[in-house]
């Protein structure tokens, strides 16, 4: 069976829990956030996952995260182009991020890193934000095709 990326259901949560553990990233608002949640499966096991919220017209990508063991295979930037198109699809402004390790990587995707004071404020009410895991953490945004307001 082919290692394939698909939505998240309500079953994968405790495989996508115990996947961010044990790759020390919090779990805080996965479960109020699973529909909008893609997986990574290789025969019937979770090796990798990402998440996008979304706040009004802007979007928080987090929980990228994929096995050790299937790293430099591309999923990682599957699950985050994935996710970005649907921001675009939904003509949502911006999509933010926050990463204490990666920020070479998502840089290379076009995120910009900015001053955390400068993440739109609705993005802000995510969990991971009130996470001490996450206080040292880097923004970064990527700016997606402005909509027309009106």
Do not use: N
């Amino acid at each position: 069976m082919a290692v394939a990326v698909r939505a998240a259901k309500q079953g994968d949560l405790p495989s996508i829990r115990s996947l961010l553990t044990s790759l020390e990233l919090t779990v805080a608002g996965v479960g109020q956030h699973l529909e909008h949640f893609l997986v990574v499966e290789d025969a019937g096991k979770i090796v990798g996952c990402a998440g996008l919220e979304t706040y009004g017209f802007h979007a928080f990508l987090r929980s990228v995260a994929v096995r050790p063991e299937y790293r430099e295979r591309g999923l990682a930037t599957s699950l985050v182009t994935r996710l970005i198109d649907q921001a675009r699809q939904e003509r949502l402004y911006a999509v933010y991020l926050l990463t204490t390790a990666a920020e070479a990587y998502f840089r290379r995707l076009g995120f910009e890193t900015i001053p955390r004071e400068a993440v739109d404020p609705s993005v802000k009410q995510s969990a991971e934000f009130g996470e001490g895991v996450c206080a040292t953490a880097r923004a970064m945004v990527l700016p997606l095709a402005a909509v027309a307001k009106h």
